[in-house]
């Protein structure tokens, strides 16, 4: 087993003491790995540690569908399709406005 490079607390710690554990996290400025019988059970993290983390992962799905868009741009042939081969039929030459749509 390889052993982790992170701080680690007993769920048994955490029973008796979960702000020690918070307050862990916020001044190493990691997550806290709460292990039960040696084995990784959660991570503890402040609410700005997880909030940089939602962060951080919604921009890394934004640059990986920027690349996915920047790759079928550089792929296109310049092929078109109709509309009745997109979707079946023709689009109507006027919006509805009392299409049930605000």
Do not use: C, F
């Not at 710690?13 to 307050?23: C, D, L, Q, Y």
């Not at 806290?32 to 084995?39: A, M, Q, S």
């Not at 909030?51 to 921009?59: H, I, N, P, S, T």
């Not at 509309?83 to 023709?90: F, L, P, V, W």
């Amino acid at each position: 087993m390889k052993i982790l490079d992170v701080p680690t607390v007993s769920t048994s710690e955490v029973k008796k003491n979960p702000t020690k554990i918070a307050k862990m996290a916020a001044e190493l400025d990691t997550g806290i790995y709460v292990l039960n019988r040696g084995k990784a059970l959660s991570v503890t993290l402040t609410p700005e540690q997880y909030q940089q983390l939602v962060a951080d992962q919604e921009a890394l799905l934004d640059l990986k569908t920027e690349q996915r868009a920047l790759a079928a741009i550089q792929q296109d042939d310049g092929t078109r399709l109709h509309e009745t081969e997109a979707i079946g039929h023709r689009l109507p030459n006027e919006i509805d406005s009392n299409d049930g749509w605000e």
